[in-house]
Nanobody, 119 residues
Framework: QVQLVESGGGLVQPGGSLKLSCAASKILFSIYTMGWYRQAPGKQRELVARIQSGRSTNYADSVKGRFTISRDNVKKTVYLQMNSLKPEDTAVYYC?????????????WGQGTQVTVSS
């Protein structure tokens, strides 16, 4: 059974930093596009950042210049370094693994980790 396990969330003051990790098991990690999504109360889940198997990256405009996504294919782990955190970054952050082929999409999600930015 595929598992994505997030860690690293918590409470941080505005302007602070956190680093999220997502460890994957039982998937061929290196071929998956890995992403971080977040969902704040009363809002839809949104893409924060993603990194493709070739390591090209995409970021939401709201986090560009503050967040960095990276991956370690040996450890089967994807990271999200979050700097200069703002209260509006408060949300549950979810790890996603996606494999897209011409006629199919395979999608896995982690259980989520809470990030709270507050003084």
């Amino acid at each position: 059974q595929v598992q994505l396990v997030e860690s690293g969330g918590g409470l941080v003051q505005p302007g602070g930093s956190l680093k999220l990790s997502c460890a994957a098991s039982k998937i061929l990690f290196s071929i998956y596009t890995m992403g971080w999504y977040r969902q704040a109360p009363g809002k839809q889940r949104e893409l924060v950042a993603r990194i493709q198997s070739g390591r090209s990256t995409n970021y939401a405009d709201s986090v560009k210049g503050r967040f960095t996504i990276s991956r370690d294919n040996v450890k089967k782990t994807v990271y999200l370094q979050m700097n200069s955190l703002k209260p509006e970054d408060t949300a549950v952050y979810y790890c996603n693994a996606k494999k897209e082929r011409q006629d199919s999409v395979t999608d896995y999600w982690g259980q989520g980790t809470q990030v709270t930015v507050s003084s």
